[in-house]
């Protein structure tokens, strides 16, 4: 898992202009920023980044650029700011939530929201709390998507990532890599950029993966029917034999 971390920020130091706004999310930033990254968390789920990028520009040039101002906006303008999101009516009730959470801050010392208080909001899964917890308050957390568990699943050649517990493989990474916030959360940035640029669900460009030296899928699945069972359960999830 090292020489995967490796080898990929050594690729993706030099290209993909999206990568760059991951790496933003990593550095320190001002309360405004947090705000950005953590309402962006949220309005990533089922959508692109393009979107995420239109809802939030329409929040901005209504000058909506905290949480406390989000909390004191009438909820259908919310849904009518960030419909370009996509879920809009479900997003906006699980921006409010996050608002709320993050309003109830100590007037003294650092608020660190807790993991099982963001599960508790409405469209917050394990992902998205592990993000937030990350990116907004660098918390050294593994961040497990489906970006990731594809990813491992044709590397490792383990059909079982596809459906391992998300405590499991957040095990597996930090057995291996340092468990500081910067490398952790750059990990899953660069599988993210990585699943969209060249590991993709349908049609993965394994020709031209930097991985494929290392990759069990990339080296032998046109041989292995085991293997073509991988792609096949990554594109239908439903085809895959409970073992």
């Given amino acids: 898992m090292r020489k995967l971390y490796q080898l990929l920020t ?9 990568h760059n706004t991951w790496l933003l999310w990593l550095k320190k930033k001002s309360k405004e920023e947090v705000f950005e990254v953590a309402i962006g968390t949220i309005l990533v789920q089922n959508t692109n980044w393009n979107n995420v990028d239109l809802a939030i520009s329409n929040l901005f040039r209504n ?5 406390k101002q989000l909390i004191a906006m009438e909820t259908e303008q919310l849904e ?19 608002a709320q959470l993050f309003t109830e801050i100590p007037s003294q010392g650092s608020f660190i929201p807790t993991r099982g208080e963001l599960l508790q909001i409405k469209g917050v899964g394990k992902e998205t709390a592990d993000s937030i917890l990350v ?3 660098y918390e050294p957390i593994p961040i497990v998507g489906t970006y ?8 490792y050649s383990e059909i079982g990532y596809l459906k391992k517990r998300y405590e499991s493989i957040q095990e597996t990474i930090l057995n291996s890599l340092p468990s500081d916030y ?7 940035a660069l599988i993210v950029s990585h699943s969209q640029q060249v ?11 930097i991985l494929k030296s290392i990759c069990s899928y990339g080296n032998s699945h046109e041989l292995d029917t085991e293997l073509m069972g991988i792609q096949e359960a ?9 073992k």
Avoid: M, V, W
Wanted: a positive charge; proline letters at 6%; one cysteine or more.
């Fill in 135 to 137: 990116y907004c308050f």
């Fill in 234 to 242: 990554i594109i239908n999830p439903r085809s895959r034999k409970k």
């Fill in 148 to 155: 990731t568990r594809r990813f491992f699943a044709r590397i």
């Fill in 182 to 188: 910067y490398t952790l959360g750059k990990f899953h």
């Fill in 80 to 98: 009518d700011l960030i419909r370009p999101a996509g879920f809009y009516k479900q997003k906006a009730k699980s921006l409010l939530s996050l």
């Fill in 199 to 209: 590991c993709n669900k349908t049609n993965p460009l394994c020709e031209k993966c």
């Fill in 10 to 18: 050594e690729t993706y130091n030099r290209i993909e202009p999206h």
């Fill in 63 to 67: 000058n909506l650029k905290s949480f």
